[in-house]
């Protein structure tokens, strides 16, 4: 978020409210969803650089409330988009919220919604998850850790899948750093 973005006390949009963004299409590329974004922020009357979008995208991504999907995934992952860019998917920490204006997104987009294969999905969210503790590990950041191991059991409740082995590593990674 830029400074002018910040200045006014009116973030460009919430996690929550970027992950209802993605609700909204099931999922969208990069571009749609940067575009997405702009118009929700504009319909808004915020005013946003495409730094602040980046950054509040960035984090969103690496708090879980939105997932980003490599361009090489894309196609097992999201019916409907061919993969020539990566795509993002309201993730398992989100409480998805549609920010104002919302609503019109999808006639301003011209984007059909979109089937997401949550299994496909949760099969990345995974590998995310690990490289986050590998980072975190590597850091010495226990914050991290601990965040991370929280996630897991959101990512449970989110999708089928058991991750008692990522709350293994990042629970190992937090004993050598005692």
């Not at 609700?23 to 922020?41: D, T």
């Not at 920490?93 to 089937?115: F, K, M, Q, S, T």
């Amino acid at each position: 978020m830029t400074e002018s973005d910040a200045a006014d006390g009116r973030e460009v949009l919430s996690p929550d409210e970027l992950a209802g963004v993605l609700e909204l299409f099931g999922a969208l590329s990069e571009s749609e969803f940067q575009r997405a974004v702009r118009e929700a922020a504009f319909r808004a009357g915020r005013d946003v650089s495409e730094d602040g979008i980046a950054e509040r995208v960035n984090a969103a991504a690496a708090s879980f409330h939105v997932v980003r999907v490599a361009a090489e995934a894309v196609p097992e992952v999201v019916d409907g988009l061919d993969g020539s860019e990566a795509a993002y998917v309201a993730g398992p920490r989100a409480w998805p919220e549609e920010p104002e204006h919302g609503e019109d997104l999808p006639h301003i987009l011209d984007v059909d919604a979109r089937d997401v294969d949550r299994e496909a999905l949760a099969v990345r969210v995974r590998r995310q998850l690990r490289a986050a503790v590998e980072q975190a590990a590597a850091r010495g950041d226990a914050d991290r850790l601990h965040d991370v191991v929280d996630v897991t059991y959101d990512v449970e409740a989110w999708a089928d899948v058991d991750l008692a082995d990522t709350r293994g590593l990042a629970d190992g990674a937090l004993a050598n750093l005692d």
